[in-house]
C-alpha cells in the first residue's frame, strides 16, 4: 500500500533552515508529482509547493517563494523541501502528498502523517 513518511522537522530558530524528507513506498514514485502542504495551528491546509514526476518543473506558493526549494530523487523515492530563512508564523505541521498525475494539479490522493516545524527562538 501507498506509504508516505515524512522526517526533518524540529525545531528552528528564526532565520535558520530545515531541510524535509518523504520517503515513499507502495507505488511507482517517478510516475507521479509530488506535494507539500502545511497546516499551522488553528489555520487551515495550505499547499505549499509542487513537482513534476521527473523533476522537472516545479510550482510554489507565493508565500514560500524564493524562500522553499522542491525537489526529489526518484532513485531514492523520496522528495525534500529545503526551507530558508525560517520565521516564526511558519510553525506548522509539514505534510508531503501523492498527486494523481504526473503534474501538480491539487489533486493528492495520498498523504503522509506529517512532519512538525516549529519556529521559535
Known amino acids: 500500500q501507498v506509504q508516505l513518511v515524512e522526517s526533518g522537522g524540529g525545531l528552528a530558530q528564526p532565520g535558520g533552515s530545515l531541510r524535509l524528507s518523504c520517503a515513499a513506498s507502495?507505488?511507482?514514485?517517478?510516475?507521479?508529482?509530488m506535494s507539500w502542504a502545511r497546516q499551522a495551528p488553528g489555520k487551515g491546509l495550505e499547499w505549499v509547493s509542487g513537482?513534476?514526476?521527473?523533476?522537472?518543473?516545479?510550482y510554489y506558493a507565493d508565500s514560500v517563494k524564493g524562500q522553499f526549494t522542491i525537489s526529489r530523487d526518484n532513485a531514492k523515492n523520496t522528495l525534500y523541501l529545503r526551507m530558508n530563512s525560517l520565521e516564526p508564523e511558519e510553525t506548522a505541521l509539514y505534510y508531503c502528498?501523492?498527486?494523481?498525475?504526473?503534474?501538480?494539479?491539487?489533486?493528492?490522493?495520498?498523504w503522509g502523517e506529517g512532519t512538525l516545524v516549529t519556529v521559535s527562538s
Open positions: 507502495g507505488f511507482t514514485f517517478s510516475s507521479y508529482a
Open positions: 513537482i513534476y514526476s521527473d523533476g522537472s518543473d516545479t
Open positions: 502528498a501523492k498527486d494523481m498525475k504526473w503534474c501538480p494539479d491539487y489533486s493528492m490522493d495520498y
